[in-house]
């Protein structure tokens, strides 16, 4: 079919993807010229006769707008990003209006905007809840830390997450530090909304007993925060935590409300679609204007408003409507997971649902079954799937999970969340009518333990939930083989699908020839501690120390375990606890609970402390192997990667009475490239290295203890002579590691140091013969 | 303010394309709904007054009507009937009042429009009828009064009875509202079948002592397959 009569059907659609290509073109060139050159071609091509060339004109004027508005957005986004590296640490004088309110696990935090500070917002936190409300003003004064960058491959990017909202950074007052308010007595629209919804939530709170509170919050207000945490992960177990997140599924619930109130009112045609935009607006703002509520929103006002006009609304143009709509106005939103699953699932729900009707036997199809209860189930079952075919390779991608069960269980609590929605709007409106609040919020009740019983004994199959690494290139060949079999079953075009086919295969071939003989080590940034994890070309897993745990903190469970699961590992063939100092193995307590270990490295150094034993004796009664390698041993781990032990000799280690000195040290060799771990050697240790000369000559060096004065000799140094060292210490620690003499001798010699305080973790990949850092943020 | 009108409808393309309600194509940058080729689709009845043709024409004058229910014309009454689309209503209106005039009927001094009941209103939000009736009295410049009928019960619906049950299904089901006393009355409606409806109609506007009175639909079923 020809250009323009495919432009004509759905304009919006292709002019919001001209205007989210200029936006990715914007996030990588960032040239005023190019824009200007790229406009000016557009606008000529309005002014020629022939069509074609005209809708090329519309598509290259909005790339050329997409790419000036990502590229002004992230000048400012940069500049308010230097201005908050530049007070990092620092103490600040602040005076702003409250915004937000918080209630978080330690404390509250109010979001304020800072009106002398460059108009950014920031997080205020406080230990106690201030007598003060939205929109009053707080002056005080205390110390600045920016939003830190994900420090982690796979964790969550909270400093994009919050600058996207305008805010850069936390302001945590001094101890004793006095908070000044003033308070505003006008009328605040924000302070206003927030009343409304503390009287909502309280409202159902009153009238809804047991869970069913929480969960009316949750659904109608977006607030999940009144909701059990047992009740969320067991939502989260089935899959279908996004019910409680409010997304485009509660508009249409709202809409049906709304609908169904429209015709109470006796307006004429045409006037009394007011009533169902006037709720829409209602809506997202009591939601605090989410991408995914108003996506919905705007999809079904341009949906209810088009008989005004005379015309029927077609669904993708609505789509693309509301996608330019959002962008135009928050482009940052485009790199929004809640922003891509929305457009997403809507995608993927309209387009799937409708091939199943098409490629379905007969006795298969919606519109084909007679029985009504049938027809509605079975419908609601293709929906969920057909949401999920496309928001799959993202979800997973995302949280390296694929909850099986979320199938099934869509289909039994998704109708029942509508009914709770519809009930929690009677409750709303009708609940102050003495009986009718009774009755209304016992149903509530009701239905929320049908919902929780269901998610709960949902939760308990444990294998419903697959742990699985799709990797971006695994979702780019899950979409073609996808597209391929669309292609498939249309008999006219079966060949592009074959060509598709053909593709993945070559591709796939070619990236396992190619890609796959790599060896990954990423040195992990567990605070002040170690931890690295070592991916053989074969796909082996070693893991070499597991950071600290204490009172406050577990390594293990907050940032190894999710970046094994992040990465798709389910088994660690070797687990090396260099010393047994709980920095390097206090991680390992809650690693051994959830994954399989092979081999377990030890010390020779007898050690008490419960950490230590209760590894050991875990590893006894679960048949883990203990090796002890000692220093002159040489190990195979694959083909052509070895490890040669260099430390600990096993009489020193038996003598000497400094843990850190009896430190596994090996090096890790691939082809020509290699890798020196050294644990927390000082220099007692260091010395005895010093005979093997030549061998310790390596291209990466993890600096010992931390980058302690204690450790990193001269000689030392200059043996090893690497091109890269890294230094794994925790911002700020109480040691005041790594020592600047230290760093000096880095310096003098010319060796990067990559210091996981400063910048998180480093993922390195050596094909054998030359080391990278693969980017990972 | 042609130009004006241009823009509005190439705007308005963007957000609703203008596709064609029968065959799905596009219009063109304009207020019709319906193209041209599937206007020419459509099958015409010759202008004439097929009152004696009805099963029930008590009180009819003369009954006019424009297109077949066949050839796309029967989606565009779906459309009409049960997609909100009640301005679609005016259109077609415009169109059926080019197609017939008033010079085809003895006299029309007021058009009004067969009355959804109150339930039925309320659940559709509007009444096809009478925006049909709204385009005829716009292109004829003749006042349009939807407030001449009411309708009284709601009636169960027809196409299961015979013609002595229609009849005594419609009976009483209107009532006159106004003063129609020697006018003659335009009553309209979407489709022409057995007339039984417009029929009741008919007979309370004579009884209320109305003049004569004429009906006008946008369709009837093909008088062969009657
Ligand atoms: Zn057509």
Redesign the pocket.
């Given at each position: 079919m020809d250009l323009v009569n495919l432009f004509k059907k759905t304009p919006l659609v292709y002019i919001s993807l001209a205007f989210i290509f200029g936006l990715i073109l914007g996030e990588f060139f960032s040239s005023d010229l190019g824009v200007i050159i790229l406009f000016t071609i557009g606008l000529c091509l309005l002014f020629t006769k022939k069509d074609t060339i005209f809708v090329f004109g519309i598509l290259v004027c909005l790339l050329s707008f997409g790419a000036h508005r990502m590229q002004t957005t992230l000048i400012l986004q940069n500049h308010y990003k230097s201005v908050a590296n530049e007070f990092h640490d620092n103490i600040v004088a602040y005076q702003g209006d409250i915004a937000e309110i918080k209630q978080t696990k330690k404390g509250f935090k109010y979001r304020l905007h800072l009106f002398d500070f460059q108009n950014i917002d920031i997080w205020l936190y406080q230990k106690t809840r201030l007598n003060c409300d939205i929109s009053d003003t707080l002056i005080g004064q205390g110390e600045f830390q920016r939003i830190s960058p994900a420090r982690n491959p796979g964790e969550f990017d909270f400093q994009s997450f919050y600058n996207r909202r305008n805010i850069y950074g936390w302001i945590f007052p001094d101890k004793n530090e006095h908070v000044t308010i003033l308070k505003n007595n006008h009328f605040h629209f924000g302070r206003f909304i927030s009343e409304i919804q503390e009287k909502i939530r309280t409202h159902f709170n009153e009238h809804a007993p047991g869970d069913a509170g929480g969960l009316l919050s949750a659904l109608i207000l977006g607030d999940k925060s009144d909701v059990a945490p047992d009740i969320r992960d067991s939502f989260v177990n089935t899959g279908v935590i996004h019910v409680l997140a409010v997304s485009g599924l509660h508009v249409g619930y709202v809409l049906i409300v709304l609908l169904l109130i429209k015709n109470m009112f006796r307006l004429p045609w045409g006037l009394d679609r007011i009533v169902v935009i006037l709720g829409l607006i209602i809506f997202v703002i009591l939601t605090g204007g989410k991408a995914s509520v108003i996506r919905a929103s705007i999809m079904a006002g341009l949906y209810v408003m088009a008989p005004v006009f005379n015309r029927s609304a077609n669904i993708w143009n609505i789509i693309g409507g509301a996608a330019l709509g959002i962008l135009c106005f928050r482009p940052m939103d485009l790199f929004d997971l809640g922003f891509q699953l929305s457009f997403l699932a809507v995608g993927s729900i309209i387009f799937f649902y409708n091939w199943f009707e098409t490629v379905l036997p007969d006795k298969l199809k919606v519109s084909k079954i007679s029985h009504k209860a049938l027809q509605f189930i079975w419908g609601l079952f293709l929906v969920s799937l057909a949401a999920q075919v496309g928001t799959l390779p993202l979800t997973s991608y995302v949280f390296g999970k694929l909850p099986l069960i979320a199938l099934i269980a869509n289909v039994l609590i998704v109708p029942l969340i509508g009914v709770l929605v519809g009930i929690g709007f009677f409750l709303l409106f009708l609940g102050w009518i003495p009986g009718m609040g009774f009755v209304l919020g016992n149903s509530a009740w009701l239905i929320s333990k049908i919902i929780t019983f269901f998610t709960h004994t949902f939760s308990m199959f444990s294998f419903s939930t697959i742990n699985i690494n799709f990797s971006l290139f695994l979702v780019v060949i899950y979409f073609l083989v996808l597209g391929s079999m669309v292609f498939l079953f249309d008999k006219r075009k079966r060949k592009y699908g074959l060509y598709i086919i053909i593709i993945v295969l070559n591709i796939s071939v070619w990236k396992w020839s190619f890609n796959d003989r790599k060896l990954d080590v990423i040195f992990l940034d567990v605070g002040q501690g170690d931890a690295a994890i070592v991916r053989l070309p074969n796909k082996k897993v070693m893991l070499i120390d597991t950071g600290p745990r204490s009172r406050y903190e577990d390594m293990g469970k907050d940032v190894v375990l999710p970046l094994l699961n992040h990465l798709g590992i389910n088994k660690l063939d070797w687990v090396v606890m260099t010393h047994p100092h709980s920095d390097h193995i206090g991680g390992l307590v809650s690693i051994v609970n959830e994954i399989e270990i092979d081999t377990l490295w030890d010390t020779f150094i007898p050690y008490t402390s419960r950490t230590y034993q209760t590894i050991i004796d875990f590893a006894d009664s679960n048949g883990i192997i203990i090796n002890r390698p000692r220093s002159g041993e040489t190990k195979r781990l694959s083909e052509n990667v070895y490890l040669l032990v260099l430390a600990p000799d096993s009489l020193f280690a038996v003598t000497e009475r400094n843990v850190n000195n009896a430190s596994i040290v090996f090096k890790l060799v691939y082809g020509e490239t290699s890798i020196l771990f050294t644990g927390d050697l000082e220099h007692e240790g260091d010395e005895l290295l010093i005979p093997y000369q030549q061998l310790l000559k390596s291209d990466v060096l993890k600096v010992a203890h931390h980058g302690s004065i204690t450790s990193s000799t001269d000689a030392f140094l200059d043996l090893v002579n690497p091109a890269l060292s890294v230094i794994s210490v925790g911002w700020k620690n109480k040691f005041r590691h790594p020592s600047p003499i230290v760093l000096e001798r880095f310096r003098s010699r010319e060796i990067d140091v990559h210091r996981t305080d400063l910048n998180g973790a480093l993922w390195i990949q050596s094909d054998g013969k030359n080391i990278k850092e693969v980017k990972w943020n | 303010m042609r130009l004006i009108k241009d823009i509005y409808y190439l705007l308005l393309d963007f957000i609703y394309p203008n596709?064609?309600?029968?065959?799905?194509?596009f219009?063109g940058h304009n207020d019709r709904s319906?193209?041209?080729?599937?206007?020419e689709?459509f099958d015409e009845m010759p202008k004439q007054n097929m009152v004696k043709e009805l099963s029930v024409n008590d009180g009819i004058d003369s009954a006019f009507s424009s297109w077949n229910f066949k050839n796309?014309f029967d989606d565009v009454i779906h459309y009409l009937k049960y997609n909100d689309m009640a301005k679609l209503g005016k259109e077609l209106g415009y169109r059926l009042g080019k197609n017939i005039t008033p010079g085809d009927f003895q006299s029309i001094d007021s058009i009004t429009a067969v009355p959804l009941h109150r339930v039925k209103y309320r659940d559709r939000g509007y009444n096809q009828a009478e925006w049909i009736g709204k385009g005829l009295a716009d292109i004829w410049q003749i006042p349009f009064d939807k407030k001449i009928l009411k309708r009284n019960r709601f009636t169960i619906s027809q196409t299961t009875l015979n013609k002595e049950e229609r009849q005594a299904n419609m009976a009483n089901a209107f009532s006159v509202e106004k003063d129609v006393k020697d006018k003659s009355i335009l009553v309209v409606d979407d489709v022409l079948t057995t007339g039984s409806t417009t029929s009741a109609c008919a007979i309370v506007l004579k009884n209320a002592g109305a003049k004569q009175v004429h009906v006008l639909t946008l369709s009837a079923p093909s008088i062969s397959e009657n």
């Open positions: - | 596709k064609c309600i029968v065959c799905k194509r219009v319906i193209c041209s080729s599937c206007w689709n796309g």
